[in-house]
């Protein structure tokens, strides 16, 4: 797929990521700036199928760097992972012209892109977009910085309530399958404990722990769980440490999806506009299409889009050593 591109599309699809519209923003006028047509793709893959898609200028891109959400909006559509609703997208794109695509999203848009590049002639290049940061290839994704910061921000508050009641918090955080946010934002407050998916928590380990901390008179603790641990979010894991300390003042705090919303931080802006650009810049030289753009140690890298979904993330196991030892 070496062929010279003229008409881009763009779009976001899956869940919104803080820092989207940074990235679109700098799509569309890299594009520009090259001389191609750039297509705003409304809704993700239904817009792909459904048609809706506009022509954008440099001003459809003014002053959204600093918004949250996508300008572009997002769905999931399961339309486009049969055959028959993918030639659909293709037949719409060919009668616009479009033939390039740049799909900003996560591992179940990247699905999406990767079958469709290989089923039709239209070369694709991903962008990760999600707050979970669990694509492999990438040490970044548009929107994790922002969401640890806004659940920083949230615990910090809710440490001052528990310790002006002496009383236990189990504050759940958005992660189905990842723990990198329940991670971030537990280390960064001083959480007692995380809960992850990636790692087997023994509960008792935990109570006997809090147990201790009871008999030294520490009765301010916090415990970070990601939604997607194995006990199946706060709300449980308060029921079981519940039934082995019935005298402790145990809340539970969901922060859920203020998690996504936000103006996106500096680093997500700054991630987004370099990733944007690059997207354009390898469409037009043709030699890494069909990739997912991260960046690892500060350089751009690329991992064929196939590989980035199916690639499991892991969390290197110091992290738990030093979850462990800063927590004592």
Same mark, same amino acid.
């Given at each position: 797929?070496?062929?010279?591109?003229?008409?881009?599309?763009?779009?976001?699809?899956?869940?919104?990521?803080?820092?989207?519209?940074?990235?679109?923003?700098?799509?569309?006028?890299?594009?520009?700036?090259?001389?191609?047509?750039?297509?705003?793709?409304?809704?993700?893959?239904?817009?792909?199928?459904?048609?809706?898609?506009?022509?954008?200028?440099?001003?459809?891109?003014?002053?959204?760097?600093?918004?949250?959400?996508?300008?572009?909006?997002?769905?999931?559509?399961?339309?486009?992972? /049969?055959?028959? $609703? +993918?030639?659909?997208? %293709?037949?719409? *794109?060919?009668?616009?012209?479009?033939? =390039?695509?740049?799909? !900003?999203?996560?591992?179940?848009?990247?699905?999406?892109?990767?079958?469709?590049?290989?089923?039709?002639?239209?070369?694709?290049?991903?962008?990760?977009?999600?707050?979970?940061?669990?694509?492999?290839?990438?040490?970044?994704?548009?929107?994790?910085?922002?969401?640890?910061?806004?659940?920083?921000?949230?615990?910090?508050?809710?440490?001052?309530?528990?310790?002006?009641?002496?009383?236990?918090?189990?504050? /759940?955080?958005? $992660? +189905?399958?990842?723990? %990198?946010?329940? *991670?971030?934002?537990?280390?960064?407050? =001083?959480?007692?404990? !995380?809960?992850?998916?990636?790692?087997?928590?023994?509960?008792?380990?935990?109570?006997?722990?809090?147990?201790?901390?009871?008999?030294?008179?520490?009765?301010?603790?916090?415990?970070?769980?990601?939604?997607?641990?194995?006990?199946?979010?706060?709300?449980?894991?308060?029921?079981?440490?519940?039934?082995?300390?019935?005298?402790?003042?145990?809340?539970?705090?969901?922060?859920?999806?203020?998690?996504?919303?936000?103006?996106?931080?500096?680093?997500?802006?700054?991630?987004?506009?370099?990733?944007?650009?690059?997207?354009?810049?390898?469409? !037009?030289?043709?030699?890494?299409?069909?990739?997912?753009?991260?960046?690892?140690?500060?350089?751009?890298?690329?991992?064929?889009?196939?590989?980035?979904?199916?690639?499991?993330?892991?969390?290197?196991?110091?992290?738990?050593?030093?979850?462990?030892?800063?927590?004592?």
């Amino acid at each position: 797929m070496n062929k010279k591109v003229s008409k881009i599309g763009v779009l976001t699809s899956g869940g919104d990521a803080p820092g989207m519209n940074a990235a679109i923003r700098a799509v569309v006028r890299t594009g520009i700036y090259y001389g191609l047509d750039v297509y705003g793709i409304v809704r993700g893959y239904t817009g792909m199928i459904e048609n809706d898609i506009f022509k954008m200028e440099s001003r459809s891109v003014a002053n959204i760097i600093q918004r949250g959400g996508t300008i572009l909006k997002t769905a999931r559509c399961k339309e486009f992972f /049969e055959p028959e $609703g +993918r030639k659909k997208a %293709y037949e719409t *794109l060919k009668k616009i012209g479009i033939d =390039g695509l740049v799909v !900003i999203g996560g591992d179940g848009s990247f699905r999406g892109a990767q079958k469709f590049s290989t089923e039709f002639d239209i070369p694709c290049v991903g962008l990760p977009g999600t707050i979970d940061k669990d694509m492999a290839g990438t040490d970044f994704t548009i929107g994790f910085d922002t969401a640890v910061n806004t659940a920083i921000q949230a615990i910090d508050k809710i440490r001052d309530t528990a310790d002006a009641h002496d009383r236990l918090f189990i504050i /759940e955080v958005m $992660g +189905r399958d990842s723990g %990198y946010i329940a *991670l971030h934002s537990g280390v960064g407050t =001083g959480a007692e404990n !995380i809960l992850i998916p990636e790692h087997k928590t023994d509960l008792n380990d935990i109570i006997n722990s809090l147990l201790e901390k009871e008999k030294r008179k520490k009765l301010v603790n916090l415990l970070v769980v990601a939604e997607g641990g194995e006990y199946g979010g706060a709300n449980e894991v308060a029921r079981v440490i519940k039934s082995r300390m019935p005298n402790a003042d145990i809340k539970v705090c969901i922060l859920g999806h203020i998690q996504r919303g936000g103006a996106p931080s500096a680093l997500d802006r700054l991630i987004a506009s370099r990733l944007g650009y690059a997207a354009v810049d390898t469409l !037009i030289k043709g030699d890494k299409v069909n990739t997912m753009i991260g960046i690892v140690n500060n350089d751009l890298h690329y991992t064929p889009l196939d590989h980035a979904v199916k690639a499991e993330h892991t969390i290197d196991p110091e992290w738990l050593k030093i979850i462990k030892i800063l927590a004592s």
